[in-house]
């Protein structure tokens, strides 16, 4: 198997023997990583409350063995939060480290390979829901710790853990807790791991992260299902007029059509125009992996400017009326959809949820009901400070594991925790991710690839080294 | 109970006889339909297949014990028909009478006040699925000829009965079954109760109906569901390009927008306007009792000439992405839906479709993929020929059960055997039907109000007589 660690002529005191302690240990720590996997931790279903708490149970009882100090799960609202720390180091920088416990649902189930919970290996990958998005991502953290620990009893840099359950439904407890615990998270800064690689072998600083609001639509007409020829043209159908209005959100030309949306949006800069053309990006690589010929979008906008500079509305489920076999004739008494917008800076997801929801108001046509659901929460937009001093640090480490410089990406997805450290802490965050493009989260076959979970781990342990030298 | 027969004055000779029977056995009838009801003959799904066959044995035994020749039950490619004759009456005219065993799908099940099988009886009506449509009405005939055969050991008409089990799903067998069975079924003319009355009280001739069509539509973009935001906003979503293309068939007043769809309307005669304006219709009431405050549809067009003499296309089932508790912000794969199309003269169900399909390909926006399902089959729309005799018999035998003159309607929905009668059979049709308006077929809750069941059989057997004098 590649990308197990191997040491290198320049590393620093120490590095050897952790890197050997890792590569020792790489089929145990792929059994922790299936053993966790296995816990169906998905924090949007109500039957799923129990796996929530051994997902957090599972997560505190290894921190605990890898000899951190305060392990705790804290009770909140919602899904509980697992904190740890080692702050041993007094002359070192202090390091934040989050990450997420919590999954996305696994529908449709039938797409699956295997089964979303029972873990396999197959072609240097593990397929399970959470295998990238994010126990994959964040026990490379913990690992990188509990190697470093192990090897040395010390670690170079303080850090704290924080390790939630309510990213996959927008953290809604989260802000809360860290207002009320600004000493316990206390750092100098955040590095967060729930992003991708560039590709295959090619690291990557994600230098962007989009916000996101949502918001439930229900139309409704007639108090009951209607036989579709006794009342069929005297009467208006919700589903049409879900239809309709959904169909005014954007324009021909891709661009969205609800007053006021796009006031809020920051154009990119030169600069990180310039980013995006310099990006090796192989458009039809990137479309052929999920069997498209080519995108559609924006107008006037490349692929990676839709993805990292440009908000969305987005669709994410419809339904309404018989959607079994064979056919029913009936006019269906109510239509519902799940809407959710993607952000960019400056937009915040109450002034966007407000301009939909007036939108969908003036287009409700005549004869139907609309209700509105806007879901609380969302996430902030996000921009990488480029001034940060921990980008260095992140490049070298980056650049000793991989072999070569990592690219400063963008990253269409949320991530509202990071835009929180900022506004809530004054905390800066690095982001560096390691799973690959096509890891499929958020859908089925989600999987994580092997080699980048050891090679990335590498690259943490490295980091830690690199921080403390300041 | 109101609604149970009673003889007058003017009766022809039995006629007294035969209506005490009648209502001595009331509720021995009322329990042969309850015992038909709890048959699941749900045409549309496979699993219901056994249920098929419990359904038409049912009535086959039925016809059989109530005196009537060569009960068969006829396997087709789908569902068995039934047919049974009564062919003594040499020199008196023969009636074929048609109904269906077949009911449609249950869902939404949990809008169900009782279980859809489990019929009950509340307020005046019996409550099941099938109670109306049409299982009840067409018992009515089998048992307006039985009592009549009881009583007397005669019957004053020829009849054949014809009930198949697949009208729900657009009578695929049917045709075929006609043109092989002409000498079978031959008949001077044929009746279906397969409508309503005008109200509680007030009978009805119905004078028209519409023909139907319908299609299966799927969208398909990137080859899995799609994380929104990693791929949001460069991708063409299936959902929003499926609402876009639903939003194009009509206009903002309703108009139809489908090129050439409208072409082989026939307008309403100013005879079939003037009808319409007579008619003592509360429109108040009438979207009162689907708890709508107005109705909608086509610019131009009152209520009752949008349910008579235009067309529709419907959306029936609309489904795709998300639609679980909870929220996930997938990019889904797939779009579906379901449409139907209700079709007046001169409109043909494949020149309808092939229209609405012609559209829908010229529409599909650039990133997704369109496929087309047209269902097989549908319905010819059919207007009553005025001239027809045996319109004054039903007139009188309506009159006299009822008390009040019946009113000549027009209805939405479609049966599409009529047209077929005259098609393929040389036919005519008179269409005399017994449940209430707000009688729920195809939908929760569905009902037949028993003093119209009674009043109904009195007016068959009395038809029956009617037609006899010629």
Request: proline share 9%.
């Amino acid at each position: 198997m590649t990308g197990i660690p191997f040491a290198r002529e320049a590393d620093l005191p120490g590095m050897r023997t952790i890197l050997e302690h890792l590569r020792a240990t790489g089929t145990e720590r792929l059994n922790q990583l299936i053993d966790w996997l296995r816990i169906p931790s998905i924090s949007s279903h109500p039957e799923n409350q129990p796996d929530m708490r051994s997902g957090a149970a599972w997560c505190a009882d290894f921190l605990r063995e890898a000899g951190l100090d305060g392990v705790t799960i804290h009770p909140t609202a919602g899904h509980p939060i697992v904190t740890a720390s080692w702050r041993r180091a007094p002359d070192a920088p202090t390091l934040l480290i989050y990450g997420h416990y919590d999954v996305q649902p696994v529908d449709p189930l039938a797409l699956w390979e295997a089964g979303p919970f029972d873990p396999v290996v197959r072609d240097d990958r593990i397929f399970a829901r959470g295998s990238a998005d994010d126990k994959g991502q964040i026990l490379m953290h913990m690992q990188a710790v509990a190697a470093t620990l192990a090897v040395t009893g010390n670690l170079p840099i303080n850090v704290v853990f924080l390790i939630e359950g309510e990213e996959e439904i927008g953290s809604p407890n989260l802000p809360g807790f860290l207002v009320a615990n600004r000493e316990l998270l206390r750092a100098d800064l955040a590095v967060v791991s729930d992003t991708c690689q560039w590709a295959e072998g090619i690291p990557a600083i994600t230098a962007g992260l989009r916000g996101l609001a949502a918001l439930e639509i229900e139309v409704s007409g007639p108090g009951r299902d209607l036989h579709s020829g006794s009342f069929g043209g005297a009467v208006a159908n919700p589903l049409e007029a879900l239809a309709r209005m959904l169909a005014t959100l954007k324009d021909e030309r891709g661009v969205i059509r609800v007053p006021g949306y796009l006031d809020d949006v920051r154009p990119p800069t030169p600069v990180e125009r310039a980013r995006v053309v310099e990006i090796p990006f192989e458009e039809s690589a990137f479309f052929n992996a999920i069997d498209l010929e080519s995108g559609a979008g924006e107008a006037g906008y490349s692929t990676l400017e839709r993805l990292w500079y440009r908000p969305t509305i987005e669709i994410n489920g419809l339904w309404g009326g018989y959607m079994g076999p064979g056919s029913k004739t009936v006019l269906p008494a109510r239509a519902h959809a799940k809407l959710s917008m993607r952000l960019v800076p400056d937009q915040t997801p109450e002034r966007a949820l407000e301009r939909v929801m007036a939108h969908l108001r003036a287009v409700t046509p005549p004869g139907v009901r609309l209700e509105l659901f806007p879901k609380p929460g969302g996430g902030l937009p996000w921009r990488l400070d480029p001034e940060l001093p921990a980008v260095q640090a992140a490049r070298r480490a980056l650049s000793e594991a991989f072999g070569r410089e990592p690219l400063i990406i963008g990253e269409g997805a949320t991530i509202p925790v990071v835009a929180d450290f900022e506004r809530l802490l004054a905390i800066k965050t690095l982001l560096v991710g390691f799973s690959l493009p096509d890891a499929c989260p958020h859908a089925p076959n989600e999987n994580l690839h092997l080699p980048s979970f050891h090679v990335g781990t590498e690259s943490l342990v490295r980091f830690f080294q690199q921080l403390s030298l300041g």
